[in-house]
T-cell receptor
Framework: DAKTTQPNSMESNEEEPVHLPCNHS???????IHWYRQLPSQGPEYVIH???SNVNNRMASLAIAEDRKSSTLILHRATLRDAAVYYC??????????FGKGTRLSVIA | GAVVSQHPSWVICKSGTSVKIECRSL??????MFWYRQFPKQSLMLMAT?????????EQGVEKDKFLINHASLTLSTLTVTSAHPEDSSFYIC????????????FGAGTRLSVL
């Protein structure tokens, strides 16, 4: 079973920032925090990951709480193409990812 | 990022036939690949871990004789659904991580299987 908890759904207006929360209260010290997203009828797509420090890439930013028990994926300007299910996953080594239900993000034009 | 190619993207077959799905890592070597299945409005469920040169490891409840996995090279894993039945209709997705220690996974686009 997935170890992370996320809201089932969120809604955002186009061009607005979106903050997607995730709780991972039982995360171990060596687990990375990964975020993936899945667009309709496609395989998941890697978004970003981190261990302790906040991370930025061309797709998003990841803010990790100091105690690592929660994190927030930040989309700086949501577009219609960002509508997807976003998954927050604890990951370590070369092990399979365990997907929870994720957060379904709707973007309103 | 790395690219994983999955083929075919969709397939329709008659009940009782077998279907083979290919998963290729195009620009990296993958000693391990993973196969997932996703039913409508549900999350991805791991079916098996495919190891190059050895037998696959199946999750509980997944029939190894029905879902044959072959990982013959560092860039190719195949999943064969044998004697498919309508209840096998699903979205099958593969992934691979290469050698990165941080376990970033790259996913295929998925194969939608419809068994009539």
């Amino acid at each position: 079973d997935a170890k992370t908890t996320q809201p089932n759904s969120m809604e955002s207006n186009e061009e607005e920032p979106v903050h997607l929360p995730c709780n991972h209260s039982t995360i171990s010290g060596t687990d990375y925090i990964h975020w993936y997203r899945q667009l309709p009828s496609q395989g998941p797509e890697y978004v970003i990951h981190g261990l302790t420090s906040n991370v930025n890439n061309r797709m998003a930013s990841l803010a990790i709480a100091e105690d690592r028990k929660s994190s927030t994926l930040i989309l700086h300007r949501a577009t219609l193409r960002d509508a997807a299910v976003y998954y927050c996953i604890e990951a370590q080594g070369n092990t399979p990812l365990v997907f929870g239900k994720g957060t379904r993000l709707s973007v309103i034009a | 990022g790395a690219v994983v190619s999955q083929h075919p993207s969709w397939v329709i077959c008659k009940s009782g036939t077998s279907v083979k799905i290919e998963c290729r890592s195009l620009d990296f070597q993958a000693t391990t690949m993973f196969w997932y299945r996703q039913f409508p409005k549900q999350s991805l469920m791991l079916m098996a871990t495919s190891n190059e040169g050895s037998k696959a490891t199946y999750e509980q409840g997944v029939e190894k004789d029905k879902f044959l996995i072959n990982h013959a090279s560092l860039t190719l894993s195949t999943l064969t659904v044998t004697s498919a039945h309508p209840e096998d209709s699903s979205f099958y997705i593969c992934s691979a991580s290469g050698t990165n220690r941080q376990n970033i996974q790259y996913f295929g686009a998925g194969t939608r299987l419809s068994v009539l």
